[in-house]
Structure formats: C-alpha cells, structure tokens
C-alpha cells in the first residue's frame, strides 16, 4: 500500500534514498554549562540522540565528534546512552571524527560500530589528567590568612591554599588509576583485535587519523558524506540532528557546536565565565586547537 501510495505523489516531490540522521557532538565534555559557556554533557547530547535513533527507516545513526575531552563521567554517561539506543532501536552506529576525538571525546567515539577520521585529525590520549593551581605563597605576599575548619582529617584534601602533601598526591594519583583502568578497558572492549601492540597505546599520547588508523583507533580514514554514500548509494541524504531549541530559540550547547564572539562571551559571563573558558581553551589547547 505504501509503495501504490507513493507511486500518486508527484516525482519532483518524492524523496529518494535512505535518510541517515546525522548528530554533531562538540565541545568540551562538563557536567554543566550555560548560553556563554557552552558544555557537551549527557543532558545537552541526550535529545538530539534519542531523535536521531527513532529514524525507523535508518539503518544506522551517524555521530560526528569534535571535542578535546573533559569529564570522564559524562563521556561514558553519553557512550553508555548510545549504546544503548543501538541496541534498543538495531542500529548500527558509525563515528567521524573531524578536528578531534581525545580523551573523553574518543571514550564517546568508541560507542561507534566503526570509527573513521581524516588524516590529519587527532586521535587518542587514553589517560586522565588533573590540573590546577596553587596560591599558599600569594596569600602571604598579600596578609591574608586561610582559616578553615573540618570534621573529617581529609576533607580539606588537595586545598589550592594550602602547600601540597605527598600523602594527598597520592591519593589523587590512585583515583587517576582507577578511572585510567576503566578508560583502557573500554577501549578494549570496544577495539578488541584491532588494537596494535604499541607500548604508547594507552600512555595518555594522541596520534593523527591516519597513525590512529595503524594503532587500531579508527577504522578507516574518511568523511562522512561520502563514507555514506559510497555505502548506502549515491541518493543517500544525510539529515543534521538539532538539539530542541530554548525558550529563547537557543539550541542546546553541546549540539552543533560553539558560537559567538569571544570577547562579548566573556564580558556577558563574568568572572565565572572567564575561569571557565580558559578551562575550556585548555583543553583544545593540549591538541594544538583552540575553541
């Protein structure tokens, strides 16, 4: 019946070839952003991939990813919800990484099926880092005095005032451990017999696309529009998955990616806003790239 259906509309009208639904996940991965900081989180990235997976017709959901990483834990929150839909909706799902897919942004690119980069994208760094920044000297140059007061012999752990404690160091390192493990054993998983034995594998280095492809990281080395068709056939359309829109007509951060001026970003946020985005460029900046 729906093929006689069909046969009634208008050629010029009908839409020919398989529709593949198309989501761009970009940015750096936090557990909270805001219209002048934008974050790639489960909660930004959920929507768009819940629509994209309800394509009955598709016979797979294509994911593009830029991001230079971020949080651990809402990187394998959207691994695990991709997953999911996968194999809740039997869709195969295929990874393009553009600029990067490092760290928390390649954990998300291993809920592919197949992953596929350009040569020069950069791929990898499977490891975990913490960083910050230590002011107990400048509180002396300046008289000020840090007062704090626990219940709990640790609960002031790692206080950016205070001098560091090796004990403390350690502890901290323990914990990177623990996630590092998860991390590798994801990957994996996930990568199984392509991976290479490389002793750097799992150092915290990235490569480009076509050393990942050695490596066992990626699949192949293509875009998308035409991994697509060459797949599907030339009449394949590729539909941009968009997150819903605010109650301003602002998409969802996280989803299609970073906009606006810098400088009016950072005179509309504040001092908040100026913190967290030189976290923000500090982590493209790890790859060369700026966001």
Excluded: C
């Excluded at 099926?113 to 975990?128: L, W």
């Excluded at 490389?198 to 066992?216: H, K, M, N, V």
């Excluded at 080395?221 to 009449?235: F, I, Q, T, V």
């Amino acid at each position: 019946m729906a093929g006689f259906l069909k046969t009634l509309v208008p050629k010029r009208f009908r839409k020919e070839g398989v529709a593949i639904p198309v989501v761009r996940l970009q940015g750096a991965i936090m557990a909270s952003g805001s219209q002048f900081r934008p974050a790639l989180n489960l909660a930004t990235a959920a929507p768009a991939l819940e629509k994209a997976f309800a394509y009955k017709q598709a016979p797979a959901v294509a994911i593009s990813i830029n991001s230079p990483g971020g949080s651990p834990v809402q990187s394998r929150l959207i691994f695990q919800r991709i997953r999911a839909l996968a194999a809740e909706r039997n869709k195969r799902v295929l990874v393009f990484v553009e600029d990067v897919a490092a760290s928390g942004g390649y954990m998300i690119a291993l809920a592919g099926d197949e992953i596929f980069a350009d040569p020069t994208s950069i791929v990898g760094s499977i490891g975990v880092v913490s960083g910050g920044f230590g002011f107990p000297e400048m509180l002396k140059k300046i008289g000020v005095e840090r007062r704090v007061y626990t219940a709990g012999t640790n609960k002031a752990i790692l206080d950016p005032f205070q001098p560091e404690r090796e004990n403390e160091i350690e502890y901290l390192k323990s914990l990177q451990l623990e996630i590092h493990q998860v991390f590798i054993d994801m990957v994996k998983e996930r990568r199984g017999a392509r991976l290479a034995d490389d002793p750097d594998l799992f150092s915290g280095l990235f490569w480009t696309g076509g050393r990942g492809l050695a490596l066992g990281l990626v699949d192949g080395l293509a875009d998308m529009r035409s991994e697509l068709k060459k797949r599907y056939g030339e009449k394949t359309r590729l539909e941009l998955v968009s997150a819903p829109k605010g109650l301003f007509g602002r998409k969802a951060p996280g989803i299609g990616g970073l906009s606006g001026d810098m400088a009016e970003r950072i005179g509309s946020a504040g001092v908040a806003a100026v913190a967290g985005l030189a976290e923000e460029k500090a982590l493209w900046g790890r790859f060369g790239l700026s966001g």
